[in-house]
């Protein structure tokens, strides 16, 4: 089973820069991939982030691109996201997810990642 813990949210002013850690255990890190999704205050789950195990492909949310940076450390068995430059839109629970089937053309849905993490808050002020 997998399991997955985020960490690093917090408070951050807007323009600041905050990093998130997905800790990845229990099957073998470099068989799955691993995005980033977020939920800001009262909407629906939405794609930040992903790093195609296949094709090693990383991909962004056009909300998000030049501003955030994701990356795997197979050494560690984690995912980390850099938030550069974060704005008040950025607001929202971030989770992890992890799929060992998802191919390329649905790496953006929720739908397609069988494993989540709990989340973790990151809140931007204005």
């Known amino acids: 089973q997998v399991q997955l813990v985020e960490s690093g949210g917090g408070l951050v002013q807007a323009g600041g820069s905050l990093k998130l850690s997905c800790a990845f255990s229990?099957?073998?890190?470099?068989?799955?991939?691993v995005a980033w999704f977020r939920q800001p205050p009262g909407k629906e789950r939405e794609f930040v982030a992903v790093?195609?195990?296949?094709?090693?492909?990383?991909r962004y949310a056009d909300s998000v691109k030049g501003r955030f940076t994701n990356s795997r450390d197979n050494t560690k068995n984690a995912v980390i996201l850099q938030m550069n430059n974060v704005k008040p839109e950025d607001t929202g629970v971030y989770y992890c997810?992890?799929?060992?089937?998802?191919?390329?053309?649905?790496?953006?849905?929720?739908?397609?990642?069988?494993?989540w993490g709990q989340g973790t808050q990151v809140t931007v002020s204005s």
């Open positions: 997810a992890a799929s060992a089937t998802v191919i390329v053309s649905q790496m953006g849905s929720p739908s397609a990642y069988a494993y």
């Open positions: 229990g099957r073998t890190f470099n068989t799955y991939t």
């Open positions: 790093n195609s195990r296949r094709t090693g492909t990383t």
